[in-house]
Nanobody
Framework: QVQLVESGGGLVQAGGSLRLSCAASVSIFRFNAMGWYRQAPGKQRELVADISSGGGTNYADSVKGRFTISRDNAKNTVYLQMNSLKPEDTAVYYC?????????????WGQGTQVTVSS
């Protein structure tokens, strides 16, 4: 059974930094891509950043230049380094892992970690 466990969330002042970690219970090579989504109160869940099994990355426009996604295959862990945080970055951040097969997409989700940025 796949488990994704996030850590690293918390309360930080605007302009500060946090690093989120997502540890998978299985080899992350199983997944075509892994990423981070976030959901603020009253808003839909949105993609923040993702990274493919080959290392290609993709970022939401709102975080480009401030956030960096990376992966450590040996530790089966994906990271999200968040710098220059803004109050609008406040949300619950979810780790996601996607596996594509002939039958379609199989997404896996972590439980979420709260990030709160104070002004």
């Amino acid at each position: 059974q796949v488990q994704l466990v996030e850590s690293g969330g918390g309360l930080v002042q605007a302009g500060g930094s946090l690093r989120l970690s997502c540890a998978a219970s299985v080899s992350i090579f199983r997944f075509n891509a892994m990423g981070w989504y976030r959901q603020a109160p009253g808003k839909q869940r949105e993609l923040v950043a993702d990274i493919s099994s080959g290392g290609g990355t993709n970022y939401a426009d709102s975080v480009k230049g401030r956030f960096t996604i990376s992966r450590d295959n040996a530790k089966n862990t994906v990271y999200l380094q968040m710098n220059s945080l803004k109050p609008e970055d406040t949300a619950v951040y979810y780790c996601n892992a996607d596996r594509w097969t002939l039958t379609g997409r199989s997404p896996y989700w972590g439980q979420g970690t709260q990030v709160t940025v104070s002004s």
